[in-house]
């Protein structure tokens, strides 16, 4: 069993605290928790459920598209598919308002063929079905099950807190679809389908440890129901305090009850689904052996609250770094920033950085697009190895995240999800303390970065004498492209609006692509059958993007002015970065995911930490973003997890003359997806850059595409000139060496959760679920 499963030996192991313990966290000292009180669940909750045996239910089920003969039969509901995506409709009217967020789906069905049943909703007043089929296989649905075809009738579940990429709340689930089977010309016959949301599942569970969100702000949390006692034996650290949160999901008031000896505090919360942190001070009570209790009270015996990742801290932090930073800076090219010579001023906070720290000249994404890039940088495991490509796909439990390195080493860790990829619906809420999803931030054009800022720094205040670590995910230079006031115009022109939003209604029709037209980002080819001057629409464009990353840059800076603020600058360890790119017809494309060019691959890295780094030193060798967790790892002097894959670049970092104890390694680059914006069939594509030379791989290609390209990495870094054909010797030792890291980047595979789970015990599987990591 890998040490990383938070090292769960040392999590049920609990009541072995210590004084020499930095934080004890009593969702990890769950296991030895007395409880008074118990109460017994509630009484139940209506289902959401419809049984075909009822007319009344049947007739509110619809044939979509795709389906034939839709009928009733002996209580079943039954039809044929005449499509690969059959669907399903039924129309919801009542419970859209109750404020609860779907936890798992059940169908009772079979069906003669097919691979998979799926589920999806949506919240709008009305729905295209046809549009929604003809995207599946662009855009698979998350909530997807193995069939097992046949006569038997099985029963599936789908478990939504673990597969969505967001949360589905009462008011999303306003049309229900399903995808009985994914084969043409199926039989099937569906005896129920049941939806079970939060407040159904949690009235049936016990107290225990969970992984519980409001306001699509998730934590680690204690659940537990009044008039329930919960008391931790514990060993109280050094100038230490209670740091928690609460929250219920009951519309009548909870008194949530916390004291140790001496000590008493009550805070009764009148607004379910949001969260209230909190400290407690317990720093008189320092060393001794204490009995801390947790206590809820309701007029209604059974109510629920939640402690929102409960640990005593101690303010006496020995950790160097005390805090770590990662500013994550979504769709971000290097070649707009001032720091790498750009000729705007589009981030002064940076250049500042910059000047402070290191810069890295050449570093390297391993995705082109954030569902793949980011999981490779906070696990450092190449997307061959993790598995990791499409939209639906999660990080293996045996993933290894940096946000876990770091709880295990006693640090608070907090994070958000910009842009649905980077939390629960990839798996990368592992070791996440405190997580913003995406959906719990304003929606403002993905502009997002202040409100990401605004809630980091409380959190970071309340934890500036305790070891930290953090990821700010902004995703403000993703389109659409038009930033935020006073941004706007900083280099667009007071028309630049008008004129645009004129050329992208013109350019729609010549939209081939469906997800583009929608975004209203046409390729050249597009814009010149519209009779668009092509760099006339990227120029605003690029103005819009350049005026963007300044207003990100703005909250950059606000967050190194806090850490001067609280007087922990020197203290704390500072990246920033990007998970990869952005086109402007670079290659007659736009947006990104589409290949591994320069234009989406080449990122910014920068690192600052005062006094421990160099001021100003600029590394010219060619690094991966798979090599920065075991680099933040290095430097904080604890130990890389076996599984990860990158090395640390420590002797990058280091004054001059320590480079050669840095062992250079190609930079791999991955893309594979079902089909590209351009319309060609680019299935797998890879690029391996070794010192001067970048090869491009295109993997079951169209006749008209080339398998090799051949760029030189340095001096035409966009990949503008192919020169395979000058170079054949080049091509060969690069092919070889691609292949090899192919075979060596497969034969690491991370185990998959069914072959992880068969190495735990009950219990520590059972923790696992309760968090999500595994389904």
Not at 79 to 85: H, I, N, P, Q
Not at 474 to 492: F, K, Q
Not at 509 to 520: A, L, T, V, Y
Not at 599 to 610: D, F, K, S, Y
């Amino acid at each position: 069993m890998r040490r990383s499963l938070w090292a769960l030996v040392v999590l049920t192991a609990c009541g072995n605290s210590s004084p020499e313990r930095p934080v004890v966290r009593l969702v990890d000292e769950f296991g030895s928790v007395q409880i008074e009180n118990l109460s017994t669940p509630a009484a139940s909750i209506a289902p959401t459920e419809w049984r075909f045996d009822d007319p009344e239910a049947a007739a509110q089920w619809k044939a979509g598209v795709g389906v034939e003969s839709l009928g009733t039969r002996d209580g079943r509901l039954t039809g044929r598919s005449t499509a690969k995506v059959p669907i399903l409709h039924a129309e919801r009217s009542s419970g859209l308002d109750e404020g609860d967020i779907l936890h798992e789906v059940v169908v009772r069905a079979r069906a003669s063929l097919g691979s998979n049943l799926a589920i999806t909703f949506r919240g709008s007043e009305t729905v295209d079905l046809a549009q929604i089929a003809s995207r599946a296989e662009l855009f698979p649905w998350p909530l997807t099950t193995p069939l097992v075809p046949g006569e038997e009738f099985q029963t599936y579940r789908i478990g939504v807190s673990a597969s969505a990429v967001t949360s589905v709340g009462s008011a999303d689930t306003r049309h229900v679809l399903l995808r009985p089977t994914d084969a043409e010309g199926a039989d099937f016959e569906i005896e129920s389908v049941r939806l079970v949301f939060r407040k159904e599942q949690l009235a049936s569970i016990p107290p225990g440890v969970g992984w519980q969100g409001l306001g699509e702000t998730y934590r680690e949390s204690i659940v537990s129901r009044s008039p329930e006692k919960l008391r931790f034996e514990i060993r109280v650290p050094e100038d230490a305090f209670l740091d928690l949160a609460l929250g219920t999901v009951e519309n009548g008031p909870v008194t949530f009850k916390m004291s140790a000896p001496d000590i008493e505090l009550e805070r009764t919360l009148t607004t379910p689904n949001r969260w209230e942190e909190l400290a407690l001070d317990l720093g008189a009570l320092a060393g001794r052996e204490i009995t801390l209790t947790l206590a809820l009270e309701s007029a209604r015996d059974g109510s629920l609250g939640f402690w929102g990742a409960p640990a005593v801290r101690s303010r006496k932090s020995s950790k160097a770094p005390r805090g770590v930073v990662l500013f994550l800076l979504d769709t971000m090219r290097r070649d707009r920033l001032d720091a790498y010579g750009f000729e705007r001023e589009t981030a002064p906070n940076l250049s500042r950085l910059v000047a402070e720290g290191v810069l890295f000249e050449d570093a390297i994404a391993q995705g082109a697009w954030t569902k793949v890039s980011v999981p490779s940088i906070l696990t450092s495991t190449y997307p061959t190895s993790n598995g990791i490509y499409e939209l639906n796909h999660r990080m293996p439990a045996s993933g290894v995240t940096l946000a876990e390195a770091f709880r295990e080493a006693g640090y608070a860790t907090w994070a958000t999800s910009a842009g649905s990829f980077t939390g629960r619906g990839s798996n990368l809420h592992q070791g996440v303390e405190v997580l913003h999803e995406a959906n719990s931030f304003p929606k403002s054009r993905g502009k997002n970065a202040r409100d990401v800022v605004d809630r980091f720094l409380p959190w970071l205040e309340r934890h500036k004498d305790a070891p930290f670590f953090a990821m700010i995910h902004g995703i403000d230079p993703h389109s659409d492209y038009e930033p935020n006031r006073p941004y706007d115009t900083l280099w667009a022109e007071p028309d630049a609006k008008t004129k645009h939003e004129e050329w992208t209604e013109k350019v729609k029709p010549f939209i081939e692509n469906n997800s583009m037209k929608d975004r209203g980002l046409p390729v050249r080819a597009e814009l010149e059958k519209a009779g668009v001057d092509p760099e006339a629409f990227v120029k605003v464009e690029l103005d819009w993007y350049d005026g963007s990353v300044r207003g990100a840059d703005v909250e950059l800076g606000r967050v190194l002015e806090k850490l001067d603020e609280l007087g922990i600058a020197d203290d704390t360890l500072v990246v920033f970065l990007s998970d990869h790119g952005e086109e402007f017809l670079d290659h007659g494309g736009s947006f990104h995911e589409e290949n591994v060019y320069g234009e989406l691959v080449n990122v910014p890295l920068a690192l600052r930490w005062p006094g421990a780094l160099p001021a100003g030193r600029v590394v010219d060798e060619t690094v991966q973003l798979l090599d920065l967790a075991p680099t933040i790892l290095d430097l904080a002097g604890l130990a890389v997890p076996e599984r990860m894959q990158g090395q640390s670049l420590k002797p990058l970092l280091a004054a001059s003359g320590e480079t050669e104890r840095f062992r250079a390694r190609p930079a791999i680059s991955e893309w594979r997806r079902r089909t590209d914006q351009l319309g060609t069939r680019m299935v797998d594509a890879f690029s391996i850059i070794e010192g001067e030379w970048k090869l491009v791989r295109n993997v079951e290609r169209p006749a008209d595409v080339a398998e090799f390209e051949l760029y030189h990495h340095e001096t035409d870094p966009l990949d503008q000139k192919n020169v395979a054909s000058e170079h054949p010797e080049i091509v060969e030792r690069l092919t070889q060496q691609l292949e090899a890291w192919h075979k060596w980047a497969l034969e690491r595979k991370l185990p998959g959760d069914g072959e992880a789970a068969s190495e735990m015990t009950a219990e520590e599987l059972q923790r696992l679920r309760s968090l999500g990591y595994v389904q």
